[in-house]
Each structure stands twice: as C-alpha cells, then as structure tokens.
C-alpha cells in the first residue's frame, strides 16, 4: 500500500496540472517512500506507523499548504460562506446576487449549512495558516476516526480500515489540498461504529452532523434508520440537520435552493466543476438527453436499492456499510456531475465493513 501510494504521490508531483496537488504529491512521497521501509521494521506497531504515515502523507503537506495560500477552491467557498453567515445569517447568496459577481462559480455553496463552521476560524480571526479551513477539517477528521477506532478496538481488521481512512491517497491529498469530505466521511464511519455497539442515539448525532454538512450522508443515514428502527436515532439523524437548516431556509428558502439543489444539478448560473469522466458524466456529455437519461439511470439505481431494503433490512452495521458503499459507489459512477474524489466513500466504508461484524453492544 505505502509503496503504491509513494509511487502515485510522484506521478502527482510531475504529472498534475493542479498546483496544490502537486506540492502535495512532491512532500507526500517522502512519507509514503519512509513508511514503505518503516513497515518491515515496525511490523508489529501496524497502528502506530499508520498516524506517523497520516502525519507525513496528509498533515504536514496541509499546513505546508496552508502557509503557502496553496488549496483547492473548496476551501475558499467553506471560508466566505462562513463570512456570509456572518455578515447575513445565510452562509448562501441568492440567484440574483451570484449573478452580479464577476466569477460566480465560486460564489456557489454546495453544502449544508453546518460546513461553514470550519470557515469561522478565519472569518472571525483573520488570515493565519492555522486558521485555514483544512485545519479544522483534519481535527473533527482526527476526533471522529479516533472514537470510530475506540469504539471497535480491539479488530484485527480495523487498522486496515484506518488506514483506508487516512493514508490511502484518495483521502490524504484530498485532505491535504480540499478536505471538506473527510470530517463527513469520519463521521459516517463513527455513526456505523456506534450502531455496530447498539448505542443509536450516539449514531444519530454522529450522522446527523454529517447530513448537516453534506448530501452525501444523508442515503447513509437512511440505510442506517432501516436498520436501526430506533425513536432516539430518528430524532438525533433528522433533528441535527433540521437544526442547521430551518434557520437558513427562513432567511432565504431560494438561496438555498440555488446552491444546494439547483447547482449540483445542472441547473445554476454556471456548470460545477465536478467533471470526472465517470459514465454518468460521459452519457450526460455525448449522448442527446444525456444528463436526463444519467439522472432517469441514477433514479433507477436508487429505486432498485430501496426495493430491496425494502424486503431486506440490514442485520447488522455491517450490511449498513456495504450497501451504503454499492449505493454510494453507483451514485458517484451515475452523477452528470462527479468527482474521482468521491470514490473515497465507498472505498472506506467497504474496508470498514468487517470491522462492524460480531461486535457486542456496551
């Protein structure tokens, strides 16, 4: 894993077209390529040479970035909505006001209203690298994954699943150089290892903070409620996001919509720059009616997972894991607009799903 991923983080370095992906693959390598030979000499302390390979491969390339102003136009977007919040109580701008700016593009949120808490260190202090917003996503990241882990010690599969987590490059550069995915995809995996101890209360704050940032928890907090069937879970999953919500929508109902539905979907002033050549991408781009027929086959997919949950509820977390990672995986393959980024959701809930097996409630 560790020499792949040194090898993947050079081909980066000299290869990217992306300035921030390239200073991280030229400073990532160095970690991957000492914990590639570090592996034989401390094979027995498999975990502890796994945070010493996150902190080199992913945290110190951020602050590094950081210092430098070097980030993904994410990280800007979480920042002034968190501005936006500020100022108007609305971390969006409506229709008409993106408009009137000269590059509207990044004056599109596409993200709950809770993401643009990792934005108020820098809006209420200043311009500092420790107050960048990737700062603050690698923290909830670092204290999510820390209780998901403390949850189902001791796993012989689980520091796989960390690793899967954290080193894998999929998830270090897009921590290093965006990172808003990673805190949900942390709390995802804290959610399913709280429900794995049969405590879904806890499971439906920790997924219900995720929803509150990002869409794509909301399909795990679904399959997690089938399973789940708990009172303390529904109002945790829904209460959390409605929280964060409500307020937003009384502000401006349409501004919201612009962002989070209108945008993603096509439908916005501008295209999102979420354009992988995934098959949904390519249908919508070469095929008459593509994004049509993407959207009718993804529509499809969606139905036919709902049929069988609806004749098969998961039995334990695990199930919940593996099917929000086919659910997910063919969602992000299907989407007119994606990401190979996205990939590390399903990528990590596939490899945490043994760890969610056979696990007895405390």
Known sequence: LYALSALFAWITSTSSTLPAHRAWGEFAVWGYGAAALLVFVFFRKRLWL???????????????LAQRGLYQEEVFVVEESARRFLETGTPYLDRAAIAALPEPLLAYTPYQPGMAIFGLPRALIGDYWWTDARVYFALATAAALFGAARLLWPHRHLVRAIQFATVLPLCALTLATGGDDLPVLALCLLAFAFAARERFGWAGVAIGLAAAMKLFAWPVALVLGIYAVSRRY??????????????????????????????????????????????????????????????????????????????????????????????????????????????????AFAFWAPCLRNVEPR
């Not at 796994?50 to 602050?63: D, E, K, S």
Request: hydrophobic share 60%; aromatic share 6%; with cysteine.
């Open 234 to 347: 529904t109002v945790a999953a829904i209460g959390v996001p409605l929280a964060a919500m409500v307020p937003v929508l009384a502000i401006n109902a349409n501004s919201f919509v612009e962002n989070v539905i209108r945008f993603p979907t096509g439908q916005g002033l501008v295209t999102s720059p979420a354009a992988s050549p995934l098959v949904g991408y390519l249908i919508a781009q070469h095929l008459p009616n593509g994004r049509l027929i993407a959207l009718a086959l993804l529509l499809a997919v969606g139905f036919g997972l709902a049929a069988y949950l609806a004749k098969n509820q998961p039995r334990d977390a695990r199930a919940v894991a593996i099917i929000c990672a086919i659910g997910l995986l063919a969602a992000i393959l299907l989407m007119p607009s994606t990401r190979f980024g996205y990939l590390l959701y399903p990528v």
């Open 50 to 64: 796994t945070i010493l390979a996150w902190i080199g491969t992913a945290l110190v390339p951020l602050v590094i």
